[in-house]
């Protein structure tokens, strides 16, 4: 009896566990990389952009000291199988800003950053991928639903099950 639980108990877990990771940890839209003498990090909001929907690109641009920087000049170009979709001209943004892209073709997307030393004068560039699903986010939903269904399923399952199997006690 205290099996069933305890395997109930594991089925439940790996779904909060999926859920919390999904969560905390997006696959597809975050990044970072050291460029220069600054870290460049960067996220989007959804954590898996969908086609066609609006997607804000967070950046945040750390000092070699880890703290966030007051200013910084940088431009950004977007790739999509080679092809130039989008082009941010050189600029001077705070450390933390963010950009609005419509992402039109589902795959890789490439954001590559160009990024002005201030300190030195010289300019370097890192190539940040992110990844477009058209229908990752209906998938991931529906499998945690249906997963969470099931559970409860189990759950009553093994309440009849019990119910029926206890020996009463007549006095």
């Known amino acids: 009896m ?5 395997l ?3 089925y439940f ?4 566990g999926l859920v919390t990771y999904e969560i905390l940890h997006p696959p597809f839209s975050s990044d ?3 460029i220069g003498n600054y870290e ?5 909001t959804p954590s898996a952009p969908d086609v066609g929907k609006d997607t804000k ?3 945040l641009v750390l000092g070699q000291d880890g703290n966030q920087v007051d200013n910084v000049r940088m431009g950004i170009k977007v790739y999509h199988d080679d092809d130039l979709m989008k082009e941010f001209q050189p600029a ?7 950009i609005d892209y419509t992402f039109q073709e589902p795959g890789n997307h490439v954001f590559q950053v160009d990024l002005l030393d201030l300190d030195t004068g010289s300019v370097s560039s890192y190539q940040f991928n992110i990844t477009t699903l058209s229908l ?10 249906v997963g969470v269904a099931g559970a409860g399923g189990i759950l009553v399952a093994i309440f009849i099950s019990t119910k029926r199997t206890r020996p009463s006690f007549r006095y």
């Open 2 to 6: 205290k099996k069933k639980y305890i």
């Open 136 to 145: 990752y986010t209906s998938i991931f939903m529906v499998l945690v639903i």
């Open 40 to 44: 460049v990090q960067v996220t989007t």
């Open 32 to 34: 970072s990389a050291k």
């Open 13 to 16: 877990s790996f779904f909060v």
């Open 92 to 98: 001077n943004y705070p450390g933390a800003f963010d």
């Open 57 to 59: 690109v967070h950046f």
């Open 8 to 10: 109930l108990m594991v």
